[in-house]
């Protein structure tokens, strides 16, 4: 069952007039009040009739009242208590005054404050007011209450008081810094032409329904502070303004800019960025908001991110979260931790950066460090992304790849042969150190030396597996592949050398055992030169590798000669002679025998 509502009642439009009225006259004695109690303040106990006076100029009839009444002055309580009423009785009063004068009866015999009253309740406010010094609200209230009709609407009476403010005949409306002197000595020179908030307010509700020409005035900082920077109540006024209907402007960006910028000052990072949100939008400037977001979270990350109420309000209202951690990534990236920046590049979806810092400042470290499981996660979870990144296979696709590969050459596959398995592991190790190599040229001098390092020790790592794999009975032609594949790795020379010496620790091994059998070898063709100014080489070739020894007279003694020096000339018997041997398996070479 539905609840019932209950409609507000219809207010009729010929009362409305009077509602708003009198609903700004209550406003109008509440903002007065103070100033009149600051005056009664000043005053002596003989001054009632001064009292009285002040408490009229504030609307304060009750006590102006009972104050005539506790004096004994019955006579001047009645006239009070009818004050601001009927235009009639403003008449009497003014035509009673206007009889003594006229009779030339001697004002010196009344109190001049008594005169002052009976001016005032004939709505003469300008000779009531003679002498004193009243603020122009107290002024505008005595015109509204007492000089003119009391059904008189609000935009009347506050172009009566503009009329008269034009012809100098009531107080400036300053601001109420100035008014109440709490800024004196900002004024001079600073508040031409800039007046009190109110007083624009009520400006523009004479104007409703018209064009309000006083908008960049109304909103200036000096209709409601004496400091130019201090945007925060013309701000909040212009948004009330404009959620209510009461006018609409495209051209106040420099209030919302000011006001922005006062926040920024103070360290209200979440604060400026909810300003920004309510700026009217441009289509000359449509990508205004999210451009001036941005930067308030680069330049100030250092703020909103290190106070979670302020992040948590910035992600309440709407930011996106990859716009927070973008700038977190390029804050942490500036004061040198990539591994932080790494993550917030990771979680704002910028691939390519996060990309970069991780092939040039992360993974090598952690690597390096044996942390292996975090690197496997850093690189995983790009991975999906790897067609927005350049060069993912010489870069992060590498480590997947590393680990993939030794993944798979540790563990045992029954299901393949002896040979086949290590066929493709060998395959796949080639393409693995091609990949290597591709990297160190593409990427160059970007990849740092710990970078290099790391490159190398997964070489050496998938070497030294690929080396396990290798069984006595595995074909000669396979294992001297694999000695060609880790020929192309990217290792130190020494663990190079290593390797190359067994290599050819197997090929003599397999050529003695067979006595130059051609089978499994094809041919040894053999170069001999003569040269005295070269010292004497052997070069052993397999595939497209070539093995640089020291010369031997038979086959048998090449393994001896390279066990015991692997860099210096070994001459033959005929010293005069300077030999080089050239090993050739399946007869891939073009020389001669």
């Not at 007039?17 to 100033?35: C, D, G, I, K, N």
């Not at 035509?95 to 009253?117: A, H, K, M, T, V």
């Not at 030396?449 to 050496?460: F, L, N, P, T």
Request: net charge negative.
């Amino acid at each position: 069952m539905q609840e019932n509502k209950v409609s507000p009642p219809e207010i009729d439009s010929e009362a409305l007039p009077l509602m708003r009225r009198a609903e700004f006259s209550y406003w109008l004695q509440e903002s007065v009040y103070h100033r009149v109690q600051e005056d009664v303040g000043c005053l002596n106990e003989s001054s009632d009739l001064e009292h009285i006076f002040l408490l009229l100029t504030g609307r304060q009839l009750d006590a102006a009242v009972e104050l005539a009444v506790s004096r004994g002055d019955v006579r001047l309580a009645c006239l009070l208590s009818q004050a601001g009423g009927s235009m009639l009785n403003r008449s009497c009063i003014a035509q009673q005054l206007d009889l003594w004068r006229i009779g030339g009866l001697d004002f010196n015999f009344i109190e001049n404050d008594r005169i002052r009253l009976y001016e005032l309740l004939a709505g003469n406010i300008h000779d009531a007011s003679l002498g004193k010094k009243i603020d122009w609200k107290r002024f505008l209230g005595l015109l509204m209450w007492y000089a003119l009709p009391p059904g008189t609407d609000l935009p009347t009476v506050f172009h009566t008081y503009q009329h008269l403010f034009d012809d100098g005949k009531a107080p400036n409306p300053v601001p109420v810094y100035i008014d109440e002197g709490l800024a004196e000595e900002t004024v001079n020179g600073h508040i031409d032409g800039k007046f009190d908030l109110a007083y624009y307010l009520m400006h523009l509700h004479a104007n409703e329904g018209t064009e309000f020409g006083d908008v960049k005035s109304m909103f200036s900082t000096f209709a409601s502070s004496n400091d130019p920077l201090d945007y925060h109540m013309i701000w909040h006024q212009r948004a009330i303004l404009e959620a209510i209907g009461a006018f609409s402007s495209n051209d106040l960006h420099i209030l919302d800019i000011g006001f922005v910028s006062q926040l920024l000052c103070l360290g209200q990072c979440h604060w400026a960025i909810y300003v920004i949100l309510h700026m009217p939008y441009r289509e000359d400037f449509p990508y205004l908001h999210a451009t001036i977001i941005k930067e308030i979270l680069f330049q100030y990350c250092d703020t909103w991110s290190s106070q979670e109420q302020q992040r948590e309000f910035i992600e309440n209202i709407g930011i996106p979260s990859v716009w927070l951690h973008n700038a977190m990534a390029v804050y942490f990236q500036y004061y040198g931790d990539p591994t932080k920046a790494l993550e917030h590049f990771i979680q704002g979806s910028s691939w390519q950066k996060a990309h970069s810092i991780f092939i040039t400042s992360v993974a090598h470290s952690l690597f390096l460090s044996a942390q292996h499981s975090e690197v496997w996660r850093l690189a995983t979870s790009m991975e999906d992304y790897k067609s927005e990144i350049e060069d993912w296979d010489l870069g992060a696709g590498i480590y997947i790849s590393f680990y993939m590969l030794r993944n798979s050459m540790q563990d045992d596959d029954t299901t393949l042969t002896k040979l086949g398995s290590l066929e493709s592991k060998d395959a796949a190790c080639r393409e693995f150190f091609g990949c290597l190599n591709e990297s160190l040229v593409i990427l160059g001098i970007r990849l740092p030396m710990d970078a290099r390092v790391a490159y190398s020790k997964m070489a050496e790592e998938i070497c030294a597996l690929l080396l396990s794999d290798r069984g006595e009975d595995s074909m000669p032609e396979i294992q001297l592949r694999c000695f060609d594949t880790m020929a192309s790795a990217p290792i130190p020379e020494d663990l190079r050398a290593c390797d190359l010496q067994d290599a050819v620790s197997v090929f003599t091994n397999t050529h003695t055992c067979q006595h130059h059998t051609k089978d499994h070898w094809g041919s040894v063709l053999l170069e001999c030169k003569s040269s005295r100014a070269q010292a004497p080489v052997l070069k052993l070739s397999y595939a497209r590798t070539s093995i640089v020894l020291e010369p031997s007279t038979c086959f048998r003694d090449i393994e001896n000669a390279i066990n015991q020096k692997n860099d210096k000339s070994i001459r033959g018997a005929d010293s005069g002679s300077s030999f080089r041997f050239q090993v050739f398996i399946n007869g891939e070479s073009g020389a001669h025998a």
